[in-house]
């Protein structure tokens, strides 16, 4: 019976160490590879997370199985009664401080490029692309009027503050320029929400009273799903929406068909009335 549970045991601990060692080429653990420069940075850090438990994992298995094993073939051994192990106590806790530093340090560089505003690409923060303010249960997006150039941070802030009467809005359909970075700024208009678009490994929280830069830069033109990623109410499940990245032509045709249609005073072209006109002529 000992053998059996010692069996059981290291057999399921091979299992989950297969599992683990072959989950990164099935592609467990994203729906989708990264499609974001900085999204494959951010996946290579927790893949390098991912192998260093997994190697931890295996030695504990290996010991616990060799442990059960033993303790079910040699019945004549005696358990050994210790009050514990000094220099044991001291490698254990070492190792993994170390470890644990190691990938505090590594990670720092792809940490500021994500959230140190010093570090973000510049061009992108120069002339952010929209306003977007997330409210009980939808995406609200304010852009700048097409052309609009902003004169350094206090014209942005200026912007961020007054709404222009040249600004196009939309809801929950953001329309980006694809292969370059681009900022948005998000508030809230009511309790915490969280700007989410998986694909571009993006995630932000929108906080009452707060204007949060963020900027992602998605490497193919397709709609990406945008979600909000914090419990924010009844409706929350409603706040799906997208992001569409599309090339820098599109973009610009895009703005122009919404500032027309923002525009349209419901008077027909001229065109149009003197052809009216000729008819109510002739009859
Ligand atoms: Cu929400």
């Not at 091979?14 to 072959?22: G, Q, T």
């Not at 996946?43 to 060799?66: E, K, P, R, S, W």
């Amino acid at each position: 019976m000992g053998k059996f549970w010692s069996i059981f045991f290291i057999f399921w601990s091979i299992v989950a160490v297969v599992a683990v060692a072959i989950s990164p080429a099935m592609g467990w653990w994203f729906p989708t590879a990264a499609e974001s420069p900085l999204g494959e940075q951010i996946d290579d850090l927790f893949f390098l997370i991912l192998y260093i438990t997994t190697i931890t994992f295996i030695g504990t298995q290996v010991a616990m199985g060799y442990v059960l094993w033993r303790g079910a073939t040699n019945t004549d051994d005696r358990a050994e009664f210790s009050h514990g192990s000094h220099s044991l106590e001291v490698i254990w806790t070492i190792v993994p401080a170390f470890i644990l530093l190691f990938i505090a340090l590594y990670q720092i560089p792809v940490w500021e490029q994500f959230r140190i505003q010093s570090h973000f690409p510049q061009d992108a923060v120069n002339s952010p692309i929209a306003e977007v303010t997330a409210r009980q249960f939808e995406w609200r997006i304010r852009y700048p009027a097409p052309g609009r150039v902003f004169k350094g941070k206090s014209d942005i802030e200026r912007w961020l503050k007054q709404p222009e009467p040249g600004d196009l809005y939309t809801v929950n359909d953001l329309h980006v320029p694809s292969n370059k970075p681009v900022l948005i700024h998000l508030r809230s208009g009511d309790v915490q929400h969280s700007f989410f678009i998986p694909d571009l490994r993006v995630k932000q929280d929108a906080v009452p009273g707060m204007v949060i830069p963020v900027w992602f830069e998605a490497s193919r033109s397709k709609a990406y799903e945008w979600v909000c990623a914090e419990l924010c109410g009844w409706g929350h499940y409603k706040m799906k929406a997208r992001v569409v990245a599309e090339s820098d032509e599109d973009f610009k045709n895009y703005l122009h068909e919404l500032e027309l249609e923002q525009f349209d005073d419901g008077v027909p072209e001229l065109a149009d009335s003197s052809a009216a006109g000729e008819e109510e002529v002739s009859e």
